[in-house]
């Protein structure tokens, strides 16, 4: 059984960089999997922010290509999310999840886990 | 402005069928699969539907996935008060080289 868990700082002021991390259990980071995060306002729908797999380069978000990176940590069988110059409308809560064929098949979820931009 | 159209909203009562629709174009829905997923109040979204009409194992076959050209939509019949959640479209869209969510429909069983 497959299981993610997002971990990050639950704070982060504005015009910072908003840091997460997914760990991941029951996977390779390495395996075919893509790594994606999603991310929902409070309120809101969904949101697709990017994703990457081992052996390819990562696809963006083109409304957040500019701030965003997704890489991955394979000593710890993780991945990261980073994103640059924040402000309240990245107030979200972000979910990582693992796409088992690269079509957008999101079999895996983490529970999520809610950053709030507020100074 | 999501660039996979849903009804906002859906409503019906116990036993009842309802569709949900979701609306795209050639660059995501005419040329690759849907996807649905389900979100039940507070939790992470869950996988319901894939590569248009596959139901993953423990899904009921009470929902059910359907396309057409540029259009998909997802009924579920048999309705029942735990299927009152928020559902979304989603699918890769081939001219923005990225994924892409309908806005998300919220069904009321009334």
């Known amino acids: 059984q497959v299981q993610l868990q997002e971990s990050g700082p639950g704070l982060v002021k504005p015009s910072g960089t908003l840091s997460l991390t997914c760990a991941v259990s029951?996977?390779?980071?390495?395996?075919?999997?893509?790594w994606t995060w999603v991310r929902q306002p409070p309120g809101k729908g969904l949101e697709w922010i990017g994703e990457?797999?081992?052996?390819?380069?990562?696809n963006y978000s083109p409304s957040l290509k500019s701030r965003v990176t997704i890489f991955v940590d394979e000593s710890k069988n993780q991945f990261s999310l980073k994103l640059t110059s924040v402000t309240a409308a990245d107030t979200a809560v972000y979910y990582c999840?693992?796409?088992?064929?690269?079509?957008?098949?999101?079999?895996?979820w983490g529970q999520g886990a809610l950053l709030t931009v507020s100074s | 402005q999501s660039v996979l159209t849903q009804p906002p909203s859906a409503s019906g009562t116990p036993g009842q069928r309802v569709t949900i629709s979701c609306s795209g174009s050639s660059s995501n829905i005419g040329s690759n699969d849907v996807y649905w997923y389900q979100q039940l109040p507070g939790t992470a979204p869950k996988l319901l539907i894939y590569r248009n009409h596959q139901r993953p194992s423990g899904v009921p076959d009470r929902f059910s996935g359907s396309k057409s050209d540029t259009s998909a939509s997802l009924a579920i019949s048999g309705l029942r008060s735990e299927d009152e959640a928020d559902y979304y479209c989603?699918?890769?869209?081939?001219?923005?080289?990225?994924?892409?969510f309908g806005g998300g429909t919220k069904l009321t069983v009334l």
């Open positions: 029951g996977d390779s980071i390495s395996s075919s999997t893509w």
């Open positions: 999840a693992g796409d088992i064929d690269g079509t957008f098949h999101l079999d895996y």
């Open positions: 989603a699918a890769w869209d081939d001219s923005l080289s990225a994924g892409v």
């Open positions: 990457i797999n081992h052996s390819e380069s990562p």
